[in-house]
């Protein structure tokens, strides 16, 4: 039976991935104009039954993160996985006239992704890591397999190039061989708590960050600051970040605020499993289980200074959001809402008083 499973809800219907190949770049989406290629935006409103009404009537939020695991017996455990959302009938990916596979898309596309997808050969896997999503853990795995880190416990600043394999530094033969032979995997988060974890880390802790985008953000965006040659960039508001998330080509996004389909373009490589960070301790498990990792090596535990985005707080970023940029927002990450099955966040005026 296929491993390709996608990860969803509490139904034990499950769905291979073979036939989530193949989409569409969800491509540039500036404020006012089409937020998707034409085609496939249409396809998704269309399917959603009118995507933006469901996000202002507050809809498509009742699905729930399950847990990734059935009633498994004994040995390898199998999570279970719902059917995508907004899936346009058969699956997005399997519309005509999507790229096929990784040769398909374009230069900069494929540039993209093979930056992001790490390979270990002594273990035949390739993991394509996202920003926010655990993947300085998952990096510090790959450190200890490898047998350049001692253990996932060992104290050390990460460093997030050496020690590892991309597959962007390979031939093209060889990367193909590994895309068809090896185990793939990838972990995805809810986008709007991706998004709201990477302007919190990278604006209120990062100073480079303040300095190269936070500055540009408040001069671009705040009335009466364009000129001034103080501003230190530690201050940018969650509306103007949004804002200037609206201006922004997908295609060329930093990387920790980049939609996941931008980053691993799940249509175009057939993962294997793709786990989610709502179950990231189980999920982890699983793949070390399938990968065939040595007992000792574990998925490290969450950091004592780590600060999670809770419920609470995304509730209250995105309910102090207007409205108009939320609706404005929302299409940008579409697909990650709809290709994971990720609800719409509800922010009505009656859920926003809670």
Same mark, same amino acid.
């Given at each position: 039976?296929?491993?390709?499973?996608?990860?969803?809800?509490?139904?034990?219907?499950?769905?291979?991935?073979?036939?989530?190949?193949?989409?569409?770049?969800?491509?540039?989406?500036?404020?006012?104009?089409?937020?998707?290629?034409?085609?496939?935006?249409?396809?998704?409103?269309?399917?959603?039954?009118?995507?933006?009404?469901?996000?202002?009537?507050?809809?498509?939020?009742?699905?729930?993160?399950?847990?990734?695991?059935?009633?498994?017996?004994?040995?390898?455990?199998?999570?279970?996985?719902?059917?995508?959302?907004?899936?346009?009938?058969?699956?997005?990916?399997?519309?005509?006239?999507?790229?096929?596979?990784?040769?398909?898309?374009?230069?900069?596309?494929?540039?993209?992704?093979?930056?992001?997808?790490?390979?270990?050969?002594?273990?035949?896997?390739?993991?394509?890591?996202?920003?926010?999503?655990?993947?300085?853990?998952?990096?510090?795995?790959?450190?200890?397999?490898?047998?350049?880190?001692?253990?996932?416990?060992?104290?050390?600043?990460?460093?997030?190039?050496?020690?590892?394999? +991309?597959?962007?530094?390979?031939?093209?033969?060889?990367?193909?061989?590994?895309?068809?032979?090896?185990?793939? +995997?990838?972990?995805?988060?809810?986008?709007?708590?991706?998004?709201?974890?990477?302007?919190?880390?990278?604006?209120?802790?990062?100073?480079?960050?303040?300095?190269?985008?936070?500055?540009?953000?408040?001069?671009?965006?705040?009335?009466?600051?364009?000129?001034?040659?103080?501003?230190?960039?530690?201050?940018?508001?969650?509306?103007?970040?949004?804002?200037?998330?609206?201006?922004?080509?997908?295609?060329?996004?930093?990387?920790?605020?980049?939609?996941?389909?931008?980053?691993?373009?799940?249509?175009?490589?057939?993962?294997?499993?793709?786990?989610?960070?709502?179950?990231?301790?189980?999920?982890?498990?699983?793949?070390?289980?399938?990968?065939?990792?040595?007992?000792?090596?574990?998925?490290?535990?969450?950091?004592?200074?780590?600060?999670?985005?809770?419920?609470?707080?995304?509730?209250?970023?995105?309910?102090?959001?207007?409205?108009?940029?939320?609706?404005?927002?929302?299409?940008?990450?579409?697909?990650?809402?709809?290709?994971?099955?990720?609800?719409?966040?509800?922010?009505?005026?009656?859920?926003?008083?809670?």
């Amino acid at each position: 039976m296929s491993e390709r499973l996608l990860r969803r809800s509490d139904g034990v219907r499950s769905v291979s991935v073979t036939s989530f190949r193949s989409a569409a770049s969800p491509g540039s989406v500036r404020r006012g104009s089409a937020v998707l290629p034409s085609v496939l935006t249409f396809l998704v409103i269309v399917a959603s039954g009118g995507l933006l009404l469901m996000i202002e009537k507050g809809m498509l939020n009742g699905v729930e993160t399950p847990s990734p695991r059935g009633n498994a017996r004994r040995g390898l455990q199998k999570p279970l996985f719902k059917e995508p959302l907004l899936t346009c009938g058969t699956t997005m990916c399997s519309q005509k006239n999507m790229p096929r596979s990784i040769w398909s898309l374009s230069p900069p596309q494929r540039k993209t992704v093979l930056q992001h997808i790490l390979v270990n050969d002594e273990y035949r896997f390739l993991y394509c890591y996202v920003p926010k999503v655990a993947c300085s853990n998952w990096k510090r795995v790959l450190k200890v397999l490898s047998g350049a880190l001692e253990s996932v416990d060992v104290n050390i600043k990460m460093d997030h190039r050496s020690d590892l394999l +991309f597959l962007s530094s390979l031939k093209p033969e060889e990367i193909s061989y590994r895309l068809k032979h090896y185990f793939k +995997f990838m972990f995805v988060r809810e986008p709007m708590e991706r998004l709201l974890s990477a302007y919190r880390n990278k604006f209120g802790e990062i100073e480079s960050y303040q300095k190269k985008y936070g500055v540009e953000i408040v001069r671009r965006y705040r009335k009466g600051r364009a000129k001034e040659a103080s501003l230190t960039g530690d201050d940018v508001t969650f509306g103007e970040f949004v804002r200037y998330l609206l201006d922004e080509d997908a295609e060329h996004m930093n990387e920790h605020w980049m939609p996941v389909y931008n980053l691993c373009q799940p249509c175009a490589v057939s993962y294997d499993f793709i786990g989610s960070y709502e179950h990231l301790e189980r999920d982890s498990d699983y793949v070390l289980q399938r990968i065939g990792a040595p007992p000792f090596v574990r998925f490290p535990e969450r950091q004592t200074w780590y600060k999670p985005v809770t419920t609470e707080t995304l509730h209250y970023y995105l309910c102090t959001l207007p409205q108009k940029l939320l609706r404005e927002l929302l299409p940008k990450y579409i697909l990650d809402f709809s290709l994971f099955a990720y609800p719409l966040p509800n922010t009505t005026i009656e859920h926003c008083r809670h």
